[in-house]
């Protein structure tokens, strides 16, 4: 039963009185900045890669943007699962059994070489469906090969998530963040060099582009493993004696992990096929919703660390069997969330008309897109609101359920509402990509609730904490 309507003893003005703590607030602060950054950059790699191929030629930027459709899900699904790195280690940290964390890596490390040799298979496999649909030869052979060269990074980019998750959970977000802001150089001379063939480096396009990207896929595993020599890492039992491959382990990690990688990857392919949807209702609807939605996700990246942060303290709080302690951190997160949420809404709401000049210079594109910010104003709440109440159930390992929530929200109830909106069905007021917009807020309403319901209850259910553990 996903929605349990009784709550007794529900009271938010009387819980956040009790439980919310500057102690946390200032751990959320320290935690959470770093992980902000790295968000950031993520997204500024994402940012060179369009720009620089596009700036090569439109087809280059057209099998960039195909080869990234499927090179980035297969990944953010695979990261997703190994995402169960980080309140294993949390929940060990707070039980002090912190020299346990290594041994954890390493079958984090195995299920990841697994994970990854599959998501490499399966790339390969994607890319001979191309030619089923009516796209253009060369940017086809773009976006195999920007494919054929960014899948040797895979795994080793894969290795790099896992070891910086195992960092985050022994709270040392700051290192991985360094690294990436080193990758994230790097990433922009090597795009220079191999789209453009500069410095005596072969000129190959957006092909060049893949060839980038796994070189600094390889330079941050290598990065990741050279900062495994530090001493929280060693006193975390990293560097001791290297077990064989235990099964048992290995399916535990999946198990937690699988249903985030699963709730990720479809809100991820959520927004794929509204795009796809919302791309034949003409070039200015779909420019409007690329630039909307390139907002949001800027907007996003503070929720998400937030989210993070949320996980390692309350698996911090819970493997320390302090569960008032874990109630404290939510509810102290809840009310940042809601701050943060009320001041970004004010502030796109009051520059709604500009915001869209940043991506475009065409004034259909700039009108629609300032409408389209208001719904983002209008979200805000929710969407910071699901991403931490997600990040909590992560800390408690309580992932099963919870995955169902973006398959309801976003598919069950926001797809079927956007189109019957959007394209006018059943006698429905066409409303054309409003009508898609108008359905994100009533979804992610659905799955912040659904998340605030199967916290409320786990957070007070002591059996369920501990058999979820398993400490």
Same mark, same amino acid.
């Given at each position: 039963m996903l929605v349990e309507p009784s709550l007794p003893g529900f009271r938010p003005i009387a819980l956040v009185a009790e439980h919310f703590s500057w102690r946390f607030a200032k751990r959320f602060v320290s935690l959470g900045t770093p992980m902000m950054a790295t968000q950031f950059f993520y997204m500024a790699m994402g940012f060179l890669d369009t720009a620089m191929a596009g700036h090569y030629s439109a087809e280059d930027l057209a099998g960039v943007t195909l080869g990234s459709n499927i090179l980035w899900p297969v990944y953010m699904l695979i990261s997703g699962i190994l995402l169960a790195i980080t309140p294993i280690t949390a929940q060990l940290v #707070?039980?002090?059994?912190?020299? +346990?964390?290594?041994?954890?890596?390493?079958?984090? !490390?195995?299920?990841?070489? $697994? =994970?990854?040799?599959?998501?490499?298979?399966?790339?390969?496999?994607?890319?001979?469906?191309?030619?089923?649909?009516?796209?253009?030869?060369?940017?086809?052979?773009?976006?195999?090969?920007?494919?054929?060269?960014?899948?040797?990074?895979?795994?080793?980019?894969?290795?790099?998530?896992?070891?910086?998750?195992?960092?985050? #959970?022994?709270?040392?977000?700051? +290192?991985?963040?360094?690294?990436?802001?080193?990758? !994230?150089?790097?990433?922009? $001379? =090597?795009?220079?060099?191999?789209?453009?063939?500069?410095?005596?480096?072969?000129?190959?396009g957006g092909a060049g582009c893949g060839v980038a990207t796994a070189i600094v896929m390889w330079f941050e595993a290598f990065g990741m493993l050279a900062l495994t020599r530090l001493r929280y890492f060693r006193a975390a039992g990293f560097w001791r004696k290297l077990k064989a491959p235990d099964v048992a382990t290995m399916r535990e990690i999946v198990r937690i992990g699988l249903p985030i990688g699963i709730g990720s990857f479809a809100g991820m392919g959520f927004y794929t096929v509204i795009s796809f949807a919302i791309g034949t209702l003409g070039v200015i609807p779909l420019a409007a919703h690329s630039v909307a939605t390139n907002i949001a996700w800027a907007t996003f990246v503070i929720p998400i660390a937030i989210g993070s942060a949320t996980t390692i303290l309350v698996g911090n709080e819970v493997g320390a069997n302090d569960l008032r302690g874990a109630r404290s951190v939510v509810v102290t997160g809840l009310v940042i969330s809601a701050f943060y949420a009320l001041t970004i809404s004010i502030l796109l709401l009051a520059l709604r008309n500009q915001v869209g000049m940043i991506y475009s210079s065409d004034p259909a594109v700039v009108s629609m897109t300032a409408s389209l910010v208001i719904f983002i104003a209008l979200y805000q709440l929710a969407d910071d609101s699901q991403g931490l109440l997600m990040g909590a159930l992560r800390g408690y390992k309580d992932t099963s359920v919870a995955m169902t929530y973006p398959l309801i929200g976003y598919w069950l109830i926001a797809l079927p509402i956007g189109c019957l909106m959007g394209f006018g069905w059943f006698g429905v007021p066409e409303l054309g990509v409003y009508g898609f917009w108008i359905a994100l807020p009533v979804g992610l309403t659905v799955i912040a609730t659904l998340a605030a319901l199967r916290l409320y209850r786990t957070s007070r259910d002591e059996n369920r904490i501990h058999a979820l553990a398993g400490l």
């Open positions: #707070g039980a002090q059994r912190n020299r +346990e964390v290594g041994a954890q890596l390493h079958q984090g !490390l195995y299920a990841t070489a $697994l =994970l990854g040799a599959i998501g490499v298979a399966v790339i390969f496999v994607a890319t001979s469906f191309f030619d089923v649909f009516p796209i253009d030869d060369q940017v086809i052979e773009i976006a195999t090969g920007y494919l054929s060269a960014a899948a040797l990074g895979l795994v080793p980019g894969l290795m790099y998530t896992t070891m910086r998750y195992g960092s985050e #959970g022994l709270a040392h977000p700051v +290192e991985p963040m360094l690294l990436v802001g080193t990758a !994230l150089i790097l990433n922009g $001379l =090597l795009n220079w060099g191999f789209i453009y063939g500069k410095w005596g480096l072969p000129e190959l």
